[in-house]
């Protein structure tokens, strides 16, 4: 089983509750917010490997490249440029889907493998299970690609938390594409509302199960007022609290400081990891 930890808006405490939930559980943890990875700050992981992902890129021959541009017209990411009869690639735009390859003409493209990230891997005596963190290479946009090699190794036999990236973008549902259950993170703000609004039509669009969590609540009211006339109301409610905040600057995991976030997590998710 896989559970996805989401939330629309940085900042709202994914990775501190994604963390708590790998504790909980004793599950295996998957740090997927591949640009900024920091949950090894909560999990300390004992890393003992580092693995290179590598996708496919095109090269173009230059004596069969008769300077058409079809390929720079039809590559959807505007990878591919053309310089009088040349063709160029701009590499880090490239998602190695292989159009330009199936529209070539002169059968004039080919592809190599280039780095896209690292994933590394060890053991957290704090979750007692495996971390994986996927590194993008600075400066790329292929997250996706990077996080969809990741959650092609994960054993759905086994309980995994992902932990996505943060916002609505393509990474993101890559991130959530996997999941049989969804924690979605909101802080509850006017733009945490809006943005985990947008996050959540993502996720009934995509049929998927999951519960939300208010995270940093000024107080239980204003959540009970947004949540008034929605169908979906928060299932945990966790409060503002300067004891959250310093142990969370120490790099502590919530759920093993507090009984309270322990408990919290382990009512509204015990469940659902029974259910039929
Ligand atoms: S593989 Fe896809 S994304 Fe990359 S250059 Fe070709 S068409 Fe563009
Ligand atoms: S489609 Fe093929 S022949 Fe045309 S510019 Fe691209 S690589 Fe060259």
Same mark, same amino acid.
């Given at each position: ?31 997927? +917010?591949?640009?900024? &990875? ?6 300390? &992981? $004992?890393?003992?490997?580092?693995? &290179? ?10 004596e069969l490249c008769d300077g058409c541009g079809i390929c720079t017209k039809e590559c959807r990411f505007h990878a591919l440029y053309r310089i009088m009869k040349t ?7 490239? =998602? ?15 592809? !190599? +493998? ?10 957290? !005596? ?5 971390? =994986? ?23 759905? $036999? ?21 999941? +049989? ?12 509302? =809006? ?8 996720? !009934? ?14 107080? $239980? ?20 609290? +300067?004891?959250? =905040? ?19 997590? !382990? ?10």
């Open positions: 089983m896989i559970i996805s930890v989401v939330s629309g808006k940085g900042g709202a405490g994914k990775t501190t509750l994604a963390a708590s939930i790998a504790q909980v559980f004793a599950a295996e943890f998957y740090d997927l +917010d591949v640009d900024a &990875p920091n949950a090894e700050y909560f999990l300390k &992981p $004992d890393f003992s490997s580092k693995i &290179p992902v590598t996708q496919p890129v095109p090269i173009f021959s230059e063709v160029y690639l701009s590499e880090p735009l490239c =998602h190695g889907c292989g159009l330009c390859k199936m529209v070539c003409p002169q059968q004039a493209i080919s592809y !190599q +493998d280039s780095l896209v990230g690292d994933v590394r891997s060890g053991y957290s !005596q704090r979750t007692k299970n495996m971390v =994986h963190v996927g590194d993008l290479i600075i400066g790329s946009t292929r997250g996706t690609y990077l996080i969809s090699e990741m959650v092609k190794k994960i054993d759905r $036999d086994k309980l995994s938390v992902i932990d996505g990236p943060p916002g609505n973008s393509c990474a993101a549902v890559a991130a959530i594409k996997p999941a +049989d259950l969804i924690i979605l993170v909101v802080e509850p703000t006017p733009f945490g509302f =809006h943005d985990m609004q947008q996050t959540e039509q993502i996720v !009934q669009q995509m049929g998927k199960n999951y519960l939300i969590i208010a995270n940093k609540a000024m107080s $239980d009211a204003s959540v009970e007022e947004y949540f008034k006339n929605k169908p979906k109301k928060a299932a945990l409610t966790i409060p503002l609290d +300067d004891r959250y =905040h310093e142990a969370n600057l120490k790099g502590e995991i919530l759920s093993q400081q507090f009984s309270e976030i322990y408990r919290g997590l !382990q009512q509204i998710i015990s469940p659902e990891l029974t259910r039929p």
